[in-house]
């Protein structure tokens, strides 16, 4: 029951990424959806979709880095949304995090991730970053993980957000961290 719990479902993007996560976003809605935001990177965005009704949340960049996309911008959004899942966590809300460009096929109500008491759920990835997969066998997706409101979550993700800082690739960094604690 959503009247008990604060659950949010984010999909983060800039402007680039603009149609896709207007595509996620409507499937999500289409599926029966009604507490998926998209958290948007710049103004720009954020704009454009507050003038087409989306629910979009402001999670900008200071600064990006768009010299270098992939060791610049990319990592500063990477880092920019687990800081934000944090605060939302730290404030009460249960978060389940995933890519704009991950596929929802049917709805499952989110309820059923804060019910089953787990703190933090994770997806699995194929090998990345290799040297964890090759040393344990599995790897953990920052694409598609669950955060439970809870102490235990809140001290995993203050972990994070110092292991991030303003730049961090979240896959290899969750990783490290998983297998670190």
Known sequence: DHNHHDIKILGFADTNYAPIAKVWYNRLTKLGYKEHYIGAYDKELYDDLISQNYRVLPCFIDNPDYE???????????????????????????????????????????????????????????????NLYRKHGFVFCSGHLFFRSS???????DMAVKRCGDKCDDQVMFNGLFWEL
């Open 151 to 157: 102490e235990a979550t809140l001290r995993f993700l």
């Open 68 to 130: 270098r996309r992939t060791m610049g911008l990319f990592r500063q959004m990477w880092a920019s949304r687990v800081k934000f899942v944090r605060d939302m966590v730290k404030n009460g809300t249960h978060v389940l995090l995933t890519d704009v460009d991950a596929v929802f096929s049917r709805h499952v109500d989110p309820v059923g991730f804060v019910e089953e008491g787990y703190d933090v759920y994770h997806a699995y990835e194929m090998r990345y970053p290799t």
